[in-house]
């Protein structure tokens, strides 16, 4: 049965999103962006109100919500800030899930129960300077010694690593193997040989913490390995089709957000007498472009079904990413143009808005590496 109606509960839990993100996030937002830093006190606050585990258990202290919950989350945090969502993101999607789907009972109470019930927060460390798109490229060892395993290398790009408490770190444990060799270890943030850099400039997404992070000669004990040896790379294939929803989700907020701010602005602008939404050039603007970000919205909420259900859904998951991406990045820049002048200014959120939606078609997957699996599934 295809549904295209959200629960009474999805609802209320779309208006706790939408209020908390205006009424707490939206008056940083601007801020945020300005200093290239996140707000602890808004983190705390994030933390208290459920947003970092929302699609896991309430047995490990999470909110007990589906994935399609967890995608309104993404979209209304995302329509104000997407700093805010990707932090969401990562912890949820990506630390979380690796340790949700492969950790042991010890484990998760250890370390899935604190992640879910806001007292920390999670990173995944994957990319180094030489693995992006090519994970196989990790050049990062962990070496067995008794009862520890001994971690050397180095990570990059590693989102919320300048705060977060609880790393999920992928390394070889066998450097003949390839990707069969890949292993992924808990290393808590605290451990000896664990170094974060500075955040790393960037264009957008600015006040998220993005950092390097570096491992050398860290001792972590044999009992925080996920899955086993070797499976490493399943554990983060697995992770990243997970978090490409997420990422959908956040470029639909992303590309809402910024149509939303365009209308309000062309209602009131007026140029030649009258308000500038009152040309068709404008009616026609607005209309092709909120439809294709209902086509995202419904993408997303197809891929975070099927995963609810249980179904493949890492092909919908990529098409809901590449689609909805691209849909983020041509929205905030028609939004940025409805605007004028006004919208190159940083007085307006949609040039931040466009800076952001770029980056939607880079991590969790470039968009030329979802045309890959998108293609390679219907091939096979």
């Given at each position: ?6 629960t ?16 707490e ?12 830093k ?6 705390d ?16 202290g ?31 999607s990506l630390?979380c ?11 998760k ?14 990173c995944?460390?994957?990319?180094e ?24 290398g180095?990570?990059?790009?590693t ?52 950092a390097?992070?570096?491992?050398v ?6 009992a ?19 978090g ?25 602008r ?26 995202a919205?419904?993408?997303v909420?197809?891929?975070?079904k ?10 919908l998951?990529?098409?809901c ?21 006004y ?5 307006y959120?949609?040039?931040r808005?466009?800076?952001d ?10 968009s ?13």
């Amino acid at each position: 049965m295809v549904e295209f109606k959200l629960t009474q509960e999805q609802q209320l839990a779309k208006k706790l999103f939408h209020d908390f993100a205006e009424n707490e996030i939206r008056p940083l937002s601007r801020q945020m962006d300005e200093e290239e830093k996140f707000d602890m006190e808004l983190l705390d606050k994030m933390k208290k109100y459920g947003l970092m585990g929302i699609p896991y258990s309430r047995e490990y202290g999470g909110e007990g919500a589906d994935t399609l919950t967890y995608t309104l989350a993404m979209e209304e945090v995302s329509k104000v800030d997407a700093s805010a969502g990707i932090t969401i993101s990562v912890h949820t999607s990506l630390c979380c899930s690796c340790i949700n789907d492969y950790a042991t009972p010890g484990q998760k109470e250890q370390y899935l129960r604190p992640l879910v019930n806001g007292s920390k927060i999670g990173c995944f460390g994957l990319t180094e300077p030489g693995a992006g798109t090519d994970a196989g490229g990790v050049k990062t060892t962990a070496r067995r010694e008794g009862d520890n395993y001994i971690l050397n290398g180095q990570k990059v790009f590693t989102t919320n690593s300048g705060f977060a408490d609880i790393f999920v770190i992928f390394a070889l444990t066998d450097r003949t193997l390839g990707t069969k060799g890949m292993s992924a270890f808990i290393v808590e943030r605290n451990t000896p040989g664990l170094s974060v850099s500075k955040d790393i400039p960037r264009m957008g997404i600015r006040a998220a913490s993005n950092a390097e992070v570096a491992l050398v000669d860290v001792v972590v004990p044999a009992a925080n390995l996920l899955g086993g040896e070797g499976k490493g790379y399943k554990i983060a294939m697995g992770a990243l089709a997970g978090g490409r929803i997420g990422i959908g989700a956040q470029s639909v907020g992303i590309a809402q957000g910024a149509l939303n701010e365009a209308i309000k602005y062309v209602k009131e602008r007026k140029q030649f007498g009258k308000p500038i939404a009152s040309f068709q050039n404008t009616q026609f603007t607005i209309a092709s472009l909120q439809t294709k970000i209902d086509a995202a919205r419904l993408m997303v909420w197809r891929a975070a079904k099927a995963k609810d259900d249980h179904e493949n859904y890492a092909p919908l998951a990529a098409m809901c990413k590449l689609f909805a991406s691209d849909v983020a990045v041509e929205v905030t820049r028609f939004a940025v143009q409805l605007l004028g002048g006004y919208g190159y200014s940083r007085e307006y959120p949609v040039e931040r808005m466009y800076r952001d939606a770029k980056i939607t078609e880079i991590y969790e997957g470039t968009s030329e590496a979802m045309k890959m699996i998108i293609g390679g599934g219907l091939l096979r």
